[in-house]
C-alpha cells in the first residue's frame, strides 16, 4: 500500500508541473554572450524530475520578468559533455554567469523568492 500511495504521489507531483522541456543550451551563443557581458541563467534537468518540473516554471517566469538576462537550459542525462564544460553535477543545478563569471549557483532550490535574487545578484 505505501509502493502505491508513494507512486501516485510521485505521478501528481510531476504531472502537476508539466511544462515542456527542451535542452536550449548553444555553446557558440553561451561564449558569445559571456564575451559580450551579459547574463546567462543555465539550467540543468532531467525529465523524470519533479523538482527540476517547477525549477522549469519558475524560470519560464523568470524569462518574462528578466528580459535582458539570456535562459539556456539542458538535460543533464543526455548532454553530458555540457555539464562537464559546465561542471554541473546535479539535475536540478542552476547557475548565474555575468563577464564570464559565475555569479551564483544553486541546487535543487524551488523558491521562487530565492531563484529570483541568485538572478538579481548579477543585475
Keep these: 500500500m505505501k509502493k502505491l500511495i508513494f507512486l501516485i504521489v510521485i505521478l501528481f507531483n510531476t504531472n502537476c508541473y508539466s511544462e515542456e522541456k527542451k535542452s536550449t543550451f548553444n555553446k557558440d551563443l553561451f561564449l558569445k554572450a559571456q564575451k559580450e557581458g551579459k547574463i546567462v541563467v543555465i539550467n540543468s534537468w532531467n525529465k523524470t524530475c519533479p ?44 547557475v548565474v554567469y555575468k563577464n564570464n563569471k559565475e555569479v551564483s549557483r544553486i541546487i535543487g532550490e524551488t523558491e521562487k523568492s530565492i531563484i529570483y535574487a541568485n538572478i538579481k545578484k548579477a543585475t
Excluded at 66 to 79: I, N, R
Design 51 to 94: 523538482t527540476c518540473a517547477k525549477q522549469v516554471v519558475i524560470l519560464k517566469d523568470a524569462e518574462a520578468d528578466f528580459k535582458q538576462v539570456l535562459f539556456l537550459s539542458f538535460e543533464q542525462t543526455v548532454d553530458k559533455e555540457i555539464a562537464k564544460f559546465l561542471e554541473i553535477d546535479y539535475w536540478t543545478t542552476i
